[in-house]
């Protein structure tokens, strides 16, 4: 078992040394090294998906019933505020998700702000986009359809109406997403093709709406699932 995980760390470290591209954008301004997407990242993917497999078969379980727990307690919430039920609460996320990637586009949030907590909103223009303006680099970041929105861990106020109350959401979604010289219109990072992507947006309802607070990594999928649902007692009946 040693052997393989020496091996395992071998192959990253010549991966991430000699292979500098593609580097990948977006919402959230999260930039990571994708070595996953060339021809020797998915070789490493192959390998890593063997020896890893008993891992990958608990998360998915992990996920799975977190995911199962929080549709049967929005199933409650919903009795109680329709803006939680599924089928509003996925509506919405969908939409909410597919305005904030048109506004990135453009470089400018504004035209999302009755999506975006203002916190986000001032963070995200200031830190990423507005930075790349001055290095003469433009986002550009498209989705071509979302494929999936599961509800991963739930943060239930006891404010009247549930104001406040916060859900992360794991979305899967097909995007393209790179960043280019605004001069010579060189890709610098990232690629101009779609492939799938995977994000935890957590939305936070406020004034009867629901707001992007906040985007991490789909890699932290296993900590939100882990992370026991706060809710009232008085709003979900005893399991």
């Known amino acids: 078992m040693k052997k393989n995980h020496f091996i395992l760390l071998v192959l990253v470290f010549a991966l991430i040394v000699f292979d500098i591209d593609p580097m990948y954008a977006g919402p959230g301004g999260t930039v990571v090294k994708a070595i996953f997407k060339t021809w020797w990242g998915k070789v490493l993917m192959s390998i890593i998906a063997i020896v890893l497999f008993p891992l990958t078969i608990y998360v998915y379980l992990r996920e ?41 586009n453009n470089q400018d949030l504004k035209e999302a702000s009755s999506y975006i907590s203002h916190w986000y909103w001032q963070n995200q223009q200031l830190v990423h986009l507005d930075e790349w303006k001055k290095e003469n680099l433009r ?9 999936s929105v599961k509800p991963l861990y739930l943060e239930i106020s006891e404010h009247e109406n549930l104001e406040g109350s916060r859900i992360a ?42 707001l992007l607070d906040d985007i991490q990594d789909g890699q ?14 008085n709003l979900i009946p005893a399991s």
Request: glycine residues 4%; hydrophobic residues 40%; proline residues 1%.
């Open 169 to 210: 959401f794991l979305i899967t979604a097909n995007i393209m997403d790179y960043l280019k010289n605004n001069d010579n219109h060189k890709i610098v990072k990232g690629s101009n093709k779609f492939d799938d992507e995977e994000k935890i947006w957590i939305m936070e309802y406020t004034n009867g709406n629901w």
């Open 64 to 104: 799975y019933f977190a995911i199962r727990k929080c549709r049967k307690e929005l199933l409650q919430l919903g009795k109680t505020n329709k803006d939680f039920s599924w089928l509003t609460l996925d509506k919405n996320v969908r939409n909410i998700f597919t305005r904030v990637y048109t506004a990135w």
């Open 139 to 147: 986002n550009v970041c498209k989705v071509d359809g979302i494929k």
């Open 220 to 233: 932290l999928s296993l900590a939100f699932a882990k992370t026991k649902n706060v809710i009232p007692s």
